[in-house]
């Protein structure tokens, strides 16, 4: 499959935290030909092997994290509107407008849109003031609460952007969930490429992780689970290139290639892995830039401190509007990120034993 067409389907697929089953069946389906063995977990991880050329090599784990910020069905009115909670941190201006996408229990999706109340009936006070979730509802079109659960929805369905992926021009491209459907199409990438390739010196362990926007407690359990020596996680980042951003407050911009992370809220990357990848881009050729400290937190930060602690880094692809129903992609930093990560993984067994 293309990347673009991948990422699509990944991108459109729902999927916010606790709810990412569509997500997780199609990496399963894409991964699991190519892969030496699969694993679930309880709390919905998927896990995809790629055996050493030998036994006791060295784990290396890469992560990327299915779910995506959305909301929950909460309440439904009598009249019929929905009220939402929140699933990951959204920025509540954003909302009002907004085109949502509910999946029920029976996988039908029912597509609503938040309601606003009219510019010409605001008070100057309302006006002035954002509205916050809690004002907000969603408007599926239905007159009752019998009409809504008629279509099948009840509290606890989840709901996410009902945006399609879409072409900008021939290098960029929009859509919703770029965090982290970006992180999992490089991945499934990366686990098809090896597939192909001799046996490395380690054993490469993708895993597709839940809960990142929920404390990131599906990283936590996953990297228990495979135990690795050092780790990568990729991830979609922050870029802010846009007007009224000053230099200082820009952590990434888009077109200057994959970020590397020296440290953000929650995690110092290992400097070694850093020094690594930054090598590894030079030899390559490769553009990169580092993301601006201290910015954002990400699935490093628990898979860092499992155990007895993990050398662990990042590389993201720079995303506009991130945690927004669009975000922006250059298709030119993911390829070069997926260039990155890959001459990264075939060097892996030097790195993670300290040669450089
Ligand atoms: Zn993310």
């Given at each position: 499959m293309e990347s673009m067409e991948l990422l699509k389907k990944l991108s459109e697929a729902h999927g916010p935290s606790g709810y990412e089953d569509e997500v997780r069946e199609i990496i399963r389906e894409v991964v699991s030909p190519f892969a030496d063995e699969v694993k679930g977990d309880a709390l919905g991880n998927l896990m995809v092997w790629r055996h050493?050329?030998?036994?006791d090599a060295p784990v290396l784990l890469i992560d990327a994290h299915m779910d995506e910020v959305g909301f929950v069905v909460s309440h439904v009115e009598t009249s019929g509107f929905l009220r939402l909670a929140p699933i990951g941190g959204w920025?509540?201006?954003?909302?009002?407008g907004m085109c949502l996408q509910v999946c029920t229990r029976e996988r039908k999706k029912i597509v609503g849109v938040i309601g606003t109340t009219p510019?010409?009936?605001?008070?100057s006070d309302e006006k002035r003031n954002p509205l916050t979730l809690e004002q907000l509802f969603l408007d599926?079109?239905?007159?009752?609460r019998d009409e809504v659960f008629a279509l099948g929805?009840?509290?606890g369905d989840s709901v996410v952007p009902a945006e399609s992926f879409k072409?900008?021009?021939?290098n960029v491209v929009s859509g919703k969930a770029f965090d982290d459907r970006i992180g999992c199409a490089l991945l499934v990438e990366l686990m098809t490429f090896l597939a192909d390739q001799p046996r490395l010196g380690v054993e490469v362990v993708a895993l597709f992780s839940t809960f990142e926007e929920l404390n990131a407690r599906g990283a936590m359990v996953g990297a228990f689970t495979v135990n690795p020596a050092a780790a990568l996680v990729l991830e979609a980042t922050v870029a802010a290139?846009?007007?009224?951003?000053p230099e200082t407050r820009c952590p990434t911009r888009l077109g200057e290639g994959p970020a590397l992370t020296l440290m953000d809220k929650y995690t110092h990357c290992h400097p070694r892995l850093v020094r690594a990848l930054e090598a590894t881009a030079q030899q390559n050729n490769l553009p990169y830039q580092f993301k601006r400290p201290i910015f954002g937190g990400t699935n490093a930060a628990r898979i860092q401190t499992t155990r007895a602690g993990v050398a662990t880094a990042i590389v993201s692809v720079p995303c506009r509007y991130?945690?927004?129903?669009s975000s922006i992609m250059r298709i030119a930093d993911y390829e070069h990120t997926k260039q990155l990560v890959t001459a990264f993984v075939l060097d892996a067994e030097q790195w993670i034993r300290g040669e450089e």
């Open positions: 050493a050329s030998r036994k920025d509540e201006r954003v909302l009002p510019p010409h009936i605001q008070s599926v079109g239905c007159g009752s929805i009840r509290i072409t900008l021009s021939s290139d846009v007007p009224s951003v991130i945690h927004s129903p």
